[in-house]
C-alpha cells in the first residue's frame, strides 16, 4: 500500500512519538525502557532506531508531495515551533509532577497507568515541558487505518484495554479508512482494502473498549452538532487528526497540541498531557499577519493553502475575512468555510492554530495583541490567488483523459455542505436537462449527518441518490493512498487538503459542479 497520509509519525521530531508507538509482544514497558537506552545514544533520526519502531519511519510530513517530488517544508510538526527538539534535551529536561502524578508514575494507580505516565513524560521533557495539566472535554482521536504498520500500537491499547484501562471521556474518532457499501464495493476494491486494512476489526475493537463505541459518529469534524464533540473555549484536550486540532484550537478555542496518532490515546487514559506548545498562552501569539485583500470572496482551500506554505508552522492571524461571516459568528451554516481554510493551513504547511481578526474566540478577546513584536505580514490579494493556483499541476498520469470520481468532503461535510451540494448538482442537472452526474460524486460525511439529510430533506436526499452522489462515512484520502489509486481513478475534489496528499484535482465550486454534470474538465 502506498500510504503516504497515514505515514504520520515524524523520526526526527518525535522520541515520544516512537515510545506511543512501541511495544511488539511482550511487555510494553520493556520496549519503553529499550527506546529510552536508544534515545540516550543520540538524538532522534540518527538512525539507532529500535527494531520494533522499525515501521513509524514514515510520515507524511517528509516533505514530499503527491507527486513524490520534495516540497521543500521542514518543520517539526508539533504546531509548537520546537524544532530544535532533541533526545538529548528530553534527558536533560525534567518537569514537575504533583504527588498524584508522581504516585502514578510509581505505580500506585496500576502498572499499565505508570507505562502510559512514562510516556507522557518523557513526552514532555521532549518538548521542554513544566507540567502535566488535567484534561476535560472529550478527546479526538485520528488512529483510524487498521494497517499492519499500526500493529504494535494497536497491539499496545489491546493491552490497556484488557488491564480495564479507559478514556477520561468518550472520544470520537477520524473515519474508518474503508466503505464496502458505497465506494469499495466491488471484488478488485475489496481485495485492496482488505488486503491492506487486516488489522480494521481490532482497531474497531479496540476503540470501543477505550470509549469510543460508535461507529454512526466516525469523523473528522467531530466538532459538528450531530456528534458534539466541540469542548469549551481553553479547555486542554489532547486531539489528534490535523484539520480537527486546526478547528479546534481556531474556531472553538480549545486548547491542544497537534498530537501524533497513539499519544492522543495516552493522554485520554491518563486523562492528562504535557502543557507546550499550542496549550500555552505564549504558543498562542501569531508570528504573521495574514492581509485577505481579495476583490471577492476568497477561495477558501486556495487562501488555506497559501497560508500554510508562508507560515508553515508558525501561527497566523487573518484578518480582511470576518466580514464573510455574517454577524461576526462562526455558525453550523458557515463553519465549513473555516473549516476548508484551516484544513488546507494544516495540511500544505502544519499550521496548529490560527486566529481571525473579530471572529475566533481568542481574536475576540485579545484582538492584535495575539501578535509578537516584529511579526510579519503576508498579503493575499487576487494575484496571489492566482499564483497558488497556478501551482495546483495535473497530477493524473493520463492527463488528458476524463475525471471518473468526484471527491466532495475533505475534512467531513457538515449538514449545510450537503444541502448546498445537493441543490448544486441536482439543480444544475435539471437544467441541462440530466437525471444523473456524469461520474459518481462521493459525499463524505459521518453517517449521522447522512441520517438527518434523510430525516429533514427526504425529497432532496431521493434526489441526491438518484443524481449519484452517494454518501459514504469513509475517508477519502485512505482510498486515494491505495497503490495503484491514480491508474483506476482520475479524481476531482473541493478539497485543498485532498489535493495536497493526492492525486485528486482541485477546482473552485461551480467549476466542479460543471465538470460533475458534464464529465469533463474544462479547457
Ligand atoms: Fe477527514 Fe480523511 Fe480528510 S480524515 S480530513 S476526510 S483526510
Not at 449538514?415 to 437544467?431: I, N, P, R, S
Request: proline share 5%.
Amino acid at each position: 500500500m502506498n500510504m503516504d497520509r497515514r505515514k504520520f509519525i515524524k523520526v526526527s521530531s518525535s522520541v515520544a512519538g516512537s515510545l506511543a508507538m512501541s511495544h511488539v509482544g511482550g511487555s510494553f514497558l520493556a520496549h519503553a525502557e529499550e527506546a529510552t537506552k536508544m534515545a540516550e545514544l543520540g538524538p532522534s533520526g540518527s538512525g539507532k532506531v529500535p527494531d520494533f519502531a522499525k515501521d513509524m519511519l514514515t510520515s507524511d510530513m517528509l516533505g514530499l508531495g503527491p507527486d513524490g517530488k520534495p516540497t521543500g517544508q521542514k518543520a517539526t510538526f508539533t504546531g509548537a515551533s520546537m524544532a530544535n527538539a532533541t533526545a538529548e534535551k528530553a534527558m536533560k529536561h525534567q518537569m514537575k509532577l504533583t504527588a498524584e502524578e508522581q504516585a502514578m508514575l510509581d505505580g500506585e494507580k496500576g502498572e499499565e497507568i505508570a507505562k502510559l505516565m512514562k510516556i507522557l513524560v518523557l513526552f514532555g521533557n521532549t518538548f521542554g515541558a513544566e507540567k502535566l495539566v488535567d484534561l476535560g472535554g472529550a478527546p479526538h482521536s485520528n488512529l483510524y487505518p487498521g494497517a499492519p504498520y499500526l500493529g504494535s500500537m494497536i497491539k499496545m491499547l489491546d493491552e490497556c484495554a484488557e488491564a480495564g484501562l479507559k478514556s477520561y471521556a468518550p472520544y470520537t474518532v477520524n473515519p474508518r479508512p474503508y466503505d464496502v457499501y458505497n465506494v469499495q464495493n466491488n471484488t478488485k476494491e475489496m481485495e485492496i482494502v482488505y488486503d491492506g486494512y487486516p488489522l480494521q476489526k481490532d482497531l474497531d475493537w479496540v476503540h470501543a473498549r477505550l470509549g469510543s463505541p460508535d461507529l454512526n459518529i466516525r469523523s473528522c469534524a467531530c466538532y459538528i452538532k450531530e456528534i458534539g464533540n466541540a469542548p469549551e473555549p481553553g479547555t486542554y484536550v489532547a486531539w489528534a487528526e490535523s484539520s480537527a486540532v486546526n478547528y479546534g484550537n481556531s474556531a472553538l478555542g480549545i486548547r491542544t497540541n497537534r498530537n501524533g496518532a497513539g499519544i492522543d490515546l495516552i493522554c485520554a487514559m491518563a486523562g492528562k498531557a504535557p502543557l507546550f506548545g499550542l496549550m500555552t498562552d505564549e504558543g498562542r501569539m501569531a508570528k504573521w499577519l495574514v492581509d485577505v485583500k481579495t476583490s471577492k470572496t476568497p477561495d477558501w482551500g486556495v487562501l488555506g493553502t497559501a497560508i500554510g506554505r508562508k507560515v508553515v508552522e508558525d501561527v497566523p492571524y487573518v484578518v480582511g475575512i470576518d466580514k464573510y461571516f455574517e454577524g461576526g459568528e462562526i455558525t453550523e451554516d458557515n463553519l465549513h468555510l473555516l473549516k476548508a481554510m484551516g484544513s488546507a493551513t494544516a495540511a500544505s504547511g502544519a499550521v496548529g492554530l490560527y486566529h481571525v481578526e473579530n471572529l475566533t474566540p481568542d481574536a475576540k478577546d485579545k484582538g492584535r495583541k495575539l501578535l509578537v513584536e516584529g511579526y510579519q505580514t503576508y498579503v493575499y490579494d487576487d494575484a496571489e490567488e492566482q499564483k497558488i493556483i497556478a501551482t495546483f499541476d495535473n497530477l493524473w498520469p493520463e492527463k488528458d483523459k476524463g475525471p471518473t470520481a468526484a471527491f466532495i468532503g475533505c475534512p467531513h461535510n457538515t449538514y449545510h455542505e450537503m444541502l448546498k451540494w445537493g441543490k448544486l448538482v441536482t439543480e444544475a442537472l435539471e437544467k441541462a436537462g440530466k437525471e444523473k452526474a456524469a461520474i459518481p460524486v462521493y459525499m463524505f460525511c459521518a453517517n449521522v449527518v447522512r441520517t438527518r439529510v434523510i430525516e429533514e430533506e427526504s425529497e432532496l436526499a431521493g434526489k441526491m441518490r438518484r443524481a449519484g452522489m452517494l454518501p459514504t462515512p469513509m475517508c477519502g484520502v485512505t482510498w486515494a493512498g491505495t497503490k495503484g489509486f491514480s491508474d483506476r481513478v482520475r479524481g476531482v475534489t473541493n478539497s485543498a487538503k485532498t489535493r495536497n496528499y493526492s492525486t485528486i484535482r482541485y477546482f473552485p465550486d461551480q467549476t466542479l459542479v460543471d465538470i460533475i454534470v458534464t464529465g469533463k474538465v474544462p479547457a
